[in-house]
C-alpha cells in the first residue's frame, strides 16, 4: 500500500519497539502501526466477568470480536495482508464493527492499547478513501452544530413513537432502529441562564457540553447550584463569538478528524484564559470533560494542551479534591429516599473516577450508596441507535447493569452521569436515572 497520511497525530508512540526485534511493528503506517502493535496478544480482553473490558467480546465470546484481533488485524492490513486498500475492505470493517470505543482496553490491557482511537483513526481513512460517509453517520457526528434545532422538530419524534409505519420506514431510510426512542431536546440551558453565585466567591469554570445543554438542561442547573450553595462564583465557558462550545467527541467517534479537531481548538481558546488563571475547569459529561484529558493530545493542539488536561475535572472529582484539602463548605442534610445505586459510565471507570463518585455520595448523610458492577451499557453514543446494532446494544445492557437495576427497589435512586447510560436506563428497565449533581441539589437545604 502507499504511504499512509494519517489524519490523527501518534508522535506519542514514535519510541514503541526501538531495539526491539520483538516488536512485530506493521511495514507500513508508521507510529500508527505502532500503536497498534502495542497489542502483545495477553488476552486480557477475551476474558469474562467483572469490568469494562471489551463488551463485544462478553455478548458475543467470540476472539473476532477483541480488542487482540482488531488490533491483529489492523496490523494485518498495514502489512498489505488485505490488498492494497484494506481500509475500505471488508475484513478490517468486520473487526471494527462491535468496538463501542469503551476505553476499557486502555486501562485494563497491561500495555493500555487505544482502541477507540485506532478505531477512529481507521473510519477517517474508510471516509477519505471511498468517497464519503454515510448519512446517518454524518448525522450523529453533526449533532452538536444542529442540536439548537431539534426541538422544533419534536412533533416529527412523536408521530414516529405513536405511528410504528413511521419509525420502520426511518429505519429503512436511515438506518435507525424503530426500537430505540430518541432523546428530546429542550431550550438551550446557555440561552437562560441565572446568576452565577456569590461575587466574592473562589472562581470555577463550568463546561456545559452540548448533551446538558440542549437534551438534559436539569443537570447543569443542579451542577450550578451544588456549586453556588458551596460558595463558589460559577463562570460559564463560552466561546467569544458563534455558537456553544462543543469538545468534538461525536465528530472523533465517527471518524470526522478534521472537525474534531476545529471544536476542540475553539474549546482551547475559550478555555485557556481560565487556565492561565489557575481555575478548574469542571465538566459533566464524562465521555465531552475526559476527552480534553486524552484524545485532545492526538489532535495536535499544541502546547496547550497540556495546561488544558491538568485543569479539567469531573464535578465529583472536584468536590472531592476540595473535600480532601479540608476547602468544600457544601451543607448536605439526608434526602428523603436513603439509598443510590449507581452505574458507571465507561470513561469514568478507565479514567479512575469512580473512587470520587464514591466519596461525595459518602457525604450525604444517612445515604447508602452501592456500585452495579457492570460493563458498557450498550448504549455508546450513536451505537446504540443503529439499527443492526441495536440488538447488540441490549445484550450488553443485559449481561448485568438492567438485570440488576430490575432488582432494586422501586423507591432507589438510579445514579449515572452518561446521558447516554441514562437513555439505554430508560429504554431497557422503564426506570429514571439522574446525574449525581441532581442527587447532590436535593440534599441541599
Request: with cysteine; aromatic share 6%; hydrophobic share 40%.
Amino acid at each position: 500500500m502507499n504511504e499512509l497520511k494519517t489524519e490523527l497525530d501518534w508522535s506519542a508512540y514514535d519510541s514503541y519497539g526501538a531495539g526491539d526485534a520483538y516488536a512485530q511493528l506493521p511495514a507500513n503506517g508508521g507510529s500508527f502501526g505502532k500503536a497498534a502493535a502495542v497489542c502483545i496478544g495477553n488476552r486480557q480482553c477475551q476474558r469474562d466477568g467483572k469490568g469494562v473490558m471489551c463488551p463485544s467480546f462478553r455478548i458475543t465470546q467470540n476472539p473476532d470480536h477483541s480488542t487482540r484481533h482488531r488490533a491483529a488485524t489492523l496490523k494485518a492490513a498495514l502489512d498489505g495482508e488485505y490488498g492494497p486498500d484494506p481500509f475500505i475492505g471488508p475484513e478490517l470493517e468486520a473487526a471494527m464493527d462491535l468496538c463501542v470505543a469503551c476505553k476499557g482496553c486502555k486501562r485494563e490491557c497491561p500495555n493500555g492499547v487505544d482502541m477507540a482511537l485506532l478505531r477512529a483513526e481507521s473510519l477517517a481513512q474508510r471516509w477519505k478513501r471511498s468517497g464519503g460517509m454515510p448519512f446517518r453517520e454524518k448525522f450523529f457526528a453533526n449533532l452538536p452544530r444542529n442540536a439548537h434545532r431539534l426541538r422544533h422538530f419534536d412533533w416529527l419524534g412523536r408521530l414516529r413513537e405513536n405511528i410504528p409505519l413511521v419509525a420502520n420506514l426511518a429505519e429503512r431510510w436511515f438506518g435507525i432502529s424503530a426500537r430505540r426512542t430518541l432523546p428530546k431536546a429542550g431550550r438551550s440551558f446557555l440561552s437562560c441562564l441565572p446568576s452565577t453565585g456569590p461575587e466574592n466567591g473562589r472562581e470555577v469554570v463550568l463546561l456545559v457540553d452540548t448533551f446538558s445543554n440542549h437534551f438534559d438542561g436539569k443537570t447543569a442547573q443542579a451542577a450550578l447550584e451544588v456549586l453556588t450553595a458551596a460558595g463558589f462564583r460559577v463562570n460559564i465557558a463560552r466561546a467569544e463569538s458563534g455558537r456553544p462550545l462543543c469538545c468534538g467527541r461525536t465528530f472523533l467517534s465517527n471518524g470526522m478528524i478534521d472537525e474534531a479537531r476545529e471544536e476542540a481548538r475553539r474549546m482551547v481558546a475559550a478555555l485557556w484564559p481560565h487556565v492561565e488563571q489557575g481555575l478548574p475547569i469542571i465538566g459533566l459529561e464524562p465521555s465531552c470533560l475526559l476527552m480534553l484529558r486524552d484524545e485532545y493530545f492526538a489532535l495536535g493542539l499544541g502546547e496547550k494542551t497540556a495546561g488544558i488536561a491538568k485543569s479539567a475535572l469531573l464535578l465529583e472529582e472536584f468536590l472531592a479534591k476540595e473535600h480532601d484539602a479540608g476547602r468544600l463548605a457544601l451543607p448536605l442534610q439526608p434526602i428523603s429516599c436513603g439509598h443510590v445505586l449507581v452505574h458507571g459510565h465507561c470513561h469514568q471507570k478507565a479514567f479512575g473516577a469512580m473512587k470520587s463518585m464514591r466519596k461525595v455520595l459518602g457525604l450525604v448523610p444517612e445515604l447508602k450508596v452501592d456500585f452495579i458492577e457492570s460493563s458498557c451499557c450498550g448504549m455508546a453514543g450513536s451505537f446504540g441507535f443503529e439499527a443492526e446494532h441495536f440488538d447488540a446494544s441490549m445484550q450488553m445492557a443485559e449481561l448485568s447493569l438492567l438485570p440488576r437495576i430490575r432488582e432494586a427497589q422501586a423507591g432507589t435512586l438510579l445514579v449515572a452521569n452518561g446521558m447516554s447510560c441514562r437513555h439505554q436506563i430508560r429504554d431497557g428497565a422503564k426506570r429514571e436515572s439522574m446525574h449525581i449533581a441532581q442527587v447532590l441539589r436535593q440534599a441541599l437545604p
